[in-house]
C-alpha cells in the first residue's frame, strides 16, 4: 500500500484534503487513483487518531461487510440512541445491508439516506420491526422529474435524483435533502409531502429560488379587468 505521504497530500488545519505541490484542494482524476489515495487515507487517519487522540488501533476486519458489522455491533449498538440515521454512499449501501440482516429489527434505525447506492437491498429481517424504516436513494442519474414520489410502504426503497450524474459528488449535492429528511418528524402519511419538499434541495441555490418563484406565480390569481361602460 502506498503511503500518504507519498501521494503528495496533506490535511491543513481544517481538516481539507490538499496537494503539497499547490495547496490545492483535492480533485478526482481516475477511479483507480481515487482508491489508492482512499486507502492511504485510512492509514493517516488512524495515524492520527493514535498520535494526536491516544486511540489505540484495532484489528483489521477481512472484509467490509466485517467491518460494518463489527462496527455496528462494538459502537451503534449499545449506544443509547432513540433514533439512529444513517448515510451510507456507494458500496456502503452494500454493507448497510449486511447490518441489517443481522439488526435490522432494532426499531431505533428509523431512516437511511443513501447516495448513488444501487445495491441497497432491504432485508427480511425487517419484516419483524414494528415501526416504519424509511429508505431514500439519492441516484446519479436520470433527472429531478424521473423518480416519481409514491406512498410509504414497507420494504420499499424511494428513489430520487442526486442532483449530479457525476457518482463521487453525490453524497455533496444530496446533503441538505439527507439533513432535510432527519429533521422532520416521519410518519407514514406525511412520507411522500416531505420528500417532495426534499427533492429539490439537490439543486444549486439558484435554481431552488427560481423554481420558487416561478411556481408562486403560478398560484397567483389572474387579476380582473376592469370594465368601463
Known amino acids: 500500500m502506498t503511503k500518504f505521504s507519498d501521494l503528495g497530500y496533506f490535511f491543513d488545519d481544517q481538516g481539507v484534503l490538499r496537494t503539497e505541490k499547490d495547496n490545492e484542494p483535492f480533485k478526482f482524476t481516475t477511479q483507480e487513483a481515487y482508491e489508492e489515495l482512499g486507502e492511504a487515507v485510512d492509514e493517516e487517519i488512524?495515524?492520527?487518531?493514535?498520535?494526536?487522540?491516544?486511540?489505540?488501533?484495532?484489528?483489521?476486519?477481512?472484509?467490509?461487510?466485517?467491518?460494518?458489522d463489527t462496527a455496528w455491533k462494538t459502537w451503534v449498538k449499545p449506544s443509547k440512541a432513540k433514533e439512529i440515521y444513517v448515510v451510507a454512499h456507494s458500496r456502503g449501501g452494500y454493507d448497510m445491508t449486511t447490518v441489517l440482516k443481522k439488526h435490522g429489527d432494532d426499531d431505533r434505525i428509523s431512516k437511511i439516506c443513501l447516495t448513488d447506492s444501487p445495491w441497497f437491498q432491504i432485508p427480511k429481517t425487517c419484516e419483524r420491526r414494528t415501526a416504519p424504516l424509511y429508505v431514500v436513494n439519492f441516484l446519479a442519474n436520470g433527472s429531478l422529474e424521473k423518480y416519481k414520489i409514491g406512498e410509504y410502504r414497507a420494504g420499499?426503497?424511494?428513489?430520487?435524483?442526486?442532483?449530479?450524474?457525476?457518482?463521487?459528488?453525490?453524497?455533496?449535492?444530496?446533503?441538505?435533502?439527507?439533513?432535510?429528511?432527519?429533521?422532520?418528524?416521519?410518519?407514514?402519511?406525511?412520507?411522500?409531502?416531505?420528500?417532495?419538499?426534499?427533492?429539490?434541495?439537490?439543486?444549486?441555490?439558484?435554481?431552488?429560488?427560481?423554481?420558487?418563484?416561478?411556481?408562486?406565480?403560478?398560484?397567483?390569481?389572474?387579476?380582473?379587468?376592469?370594465?368601463?361602460?
Open 46 to 68: 488512524f495515524r492520527l487518531l493514535e498520535d494526536k487522540c491516544g486511540l489505540d488501533k484495532k484489528a483489521y476486519s477481512r472484509t467490509p461487510e466485517e467491518h460494518a
Open 156 to 229: 420499499k426503497v424511494q428513489n430520487l435524483f442526486a442532483g449530479t450524474k457525476i457518482h463521487e459528488w453525490s453524497s455533496h449535492f444530496s446533503i441538505d435533502a439527507c439533513f432535510k429528511i432527519f429533521e422532520e418528524e416521519f410518519d407514514e402519511a406525511k412520507f411522500a409531502e416531505i420528500l417532495e419538499s426534499a427533492k429539490f434541495l439537490v439543486l444549486p441555490r439558484e435554481e431552488r429560488v427560481q423554481r420558487n418563484e416561478t411556481d408562486d406565480e403560478e398560484e397567483e390569481e389572474p387579476k380582473e379587468k376592469k370594465i368601463c361602460v
